[in-house]
């Protein structure tokens, strides 16, 4: 018995129509159903589904989802961000071999990250740099 993967992810959201125009404008997601209280969307294989919730807040913590982008699109995804007036948090200082993040929230709070780097750069990185972790098996594989 085992998990075979992420199914998909849910958000609770004040207004369908706001969410579905920001995540298919703003981040390229696919529209696959619509309906007055329910909205799913395809970001990059991911099953990414809103529900009407008015009211709901979102936690204002760094709990967050982080999507993988090319190096060469995210100072794109910056100007297309700031053009639309969505305000990024700063920047977290990092060497470059950990890759280079934008932070944002969504129009209902979520917080995102769009980031350069595969998992496996992160953990080698951490190896020759960190001695306060462990490392154990399959921390390098990318999936």
Do not use: C
């Not at 204002?60 to 948090?89: K, M, N, P, W």
């Amino acid at each position: 018995m085992s998990i075979k993967g992420l199914n998909h992810i849910t958000f609770a959201v004040a207004d369908i129509d706001r969410a579905a125009e920001f995540y298919t404008q703003v981040l390229g997601a696919k529209l696959l159903v619509k309906g007055k209280k329910t909205v799913y969307l395809d970001l990059a294989g991911i099953w990414l589904a809103h529900n009407l919730e008015p009211g709901a807040k979102a936690a204002e913590t760094y709990t967050h989802i982080a999507f993988s982008v090319a190096e060469e699109d995210l100072d794109t995804y910056r100007r297309r961000l700031q053009e639309r007036g969505i305000q990024l948090r700063r920047d977290r200082i990092r060497n470059p071999r950990e890759g280079r993040s934008l932070y944002f929230r969504d129009p209902d709070g979520h917080l995102l990250e769009l980031h350069t780097k595969a998992r496996a750069d992160r953990i080698e990185y951490y190896q020759s740099t960190r001695g306060d972790m462990d490392f154990f098996d399959g921390g390098k594989e990318d999936g």
